[in-house]
């Protein structure tokens, strides 16, 4: 099968977990695939880094779906979500839980932590991203009663506010766990953990105490908070991966060496990946914005970002077996 035509092919049939045929794309693909390296391709789960490589080496137009044909995907996807309410410690939580509805039986369960922004569209974009590959996921309060904000100065506060009660934090995200675990569609022995800056730093958190996850992802997290001194003792059971910005200046190369030993220690199943030339924010889409808005040393980066989310997704299908 020609390289471009096993690429269109596996792009039209991307949900897997939908579409019978797609093992036969994933199989021209692996096709393609060999004729150029002479080498076979054995694991499905390396399959979508591979696309990912080859589109950005013969260009993207050769793996771009027509517009009729990106609807028809789209149509694919029957993503439903709903409004949570949860408590804990006596304050009210306000989530928001994502499933596809045409996906039978249960499936894992995805936590999304927001940044320190609050619970706002981001979080809950990614929580229907999770939907569309199969899972269902829940973008969590951790500030109490979905308090978003817009300016930095009372995103700090909120973030300083909650960061000061640690115990509350971890309860908070347990109750959430249990939360998720609950609903009809989630198989809750599979459970995993997605966080972003604030957020970020709170997976890790999380994972550091052991908390009964198969997996989190960390994306330009806030690192320090992996550092857990009253978690001595605890092994880390959960794989983690903690995708950062080289040119972060919110957290410089001690914070990294620091965040990287404690995972030692910690005998974490672990990867760190550093993106060459990115700040903080490079997976949200508004970061470049906000930082020119409020003079902060954000930026998007869109090749960081497809390549971190196709990361976790290989770290998802590989503990989710």
């Not at 471009?4 to 199989?27: F, I, M, P, V, Y």
């Not at 013969?58 to 793996?63: L, N, R, S, Y």
């Not at 320090?224 to 957290?251: C, M």
Request: proline share 3%; glycine share 8%.
């Amino acid at each position: 099968m020609h390289v471009k035509a096993a690429l269109q092919s596996w792009a039209r049939a991307r949900h897997c977990r939908r579409t019978a045929s797609c093992l036969g794309a994933h199989a021209g693909l692996c096709s393609a695939i060999r004729c150029m390296t002479g080498h076979e391709v054995q694991a499905k789960e390396y399959i979508r880094l591979i696309r990912f490589i080859i589109n950005q080496r013969i260009g993207a137009q050769q793996t771009r779906l027509t517009a009729d044909e990106a609807e028809r995907d789209t149509d694919m996807a029957n993503i439903k979500t709903e409004e949570t309410n949860y408590a804990a410690g006596g304050i009210a939580l306000r989530g928001c839980i994502s499933w596809d509805e045409d996906i039978q039986g249960k499936r894992p369960g995805v936590l999304v932590v927001h940044e320190f922004w609050g619970n706002n569209a981001y979080p809950r974009k990614r929580a229907e991203m999770l939907a569309e590959l199969g899972y269902t996921a829940m973008s969590i309060d951790m500030y109490g009663d979905g308090k978003t904000v817009d300016h930095p100065q009372d995103a700090h506060q909120l973030m300083t506010t909650a960061l000061a009660d640690l115990p509350g934090c971890r309860d908070r995200f347990n109750a959430a766990m249990t939360r998720i675990k609950a609903h009809v569609t989630v198989d809750a022995e599979n459970i995993a953990a997605i966080g972003y800056c604030f957020g970020g730093g709170i997976v890790l958190h999380m994972a550091r105490y052991g908390a009964d996850l198969k997996a989190v992802a960390s994306f330009h997290g806030s690192l320090p908070l992996a550092l857990a001194p009253a978690a001595q003792g605890i092994k880390i059971t959960a794989r983690v991966a903690a995708y950062n910005g080289e040119d972060d200046s919110f957290f410089p190369a001690e914070t990294v060496a620091a965040c990287k030993r404690e995972m030692e220690q910690a005998g974490a199943d672990y990867q760190f990946i550093n993106f060459p030339t990115c700040l903080h924010g490079f997976s949200n889409p508004a970061a470049t914005a906000r930082g020119d808005q409020f003079k902060l040393p954000l930026k998007y980066n869109a090749l960081a970002d497809q390549s971190s989310w196709c990361h976790m997704q290989l770290l998802f299908e590989s503990v989710f077996k």
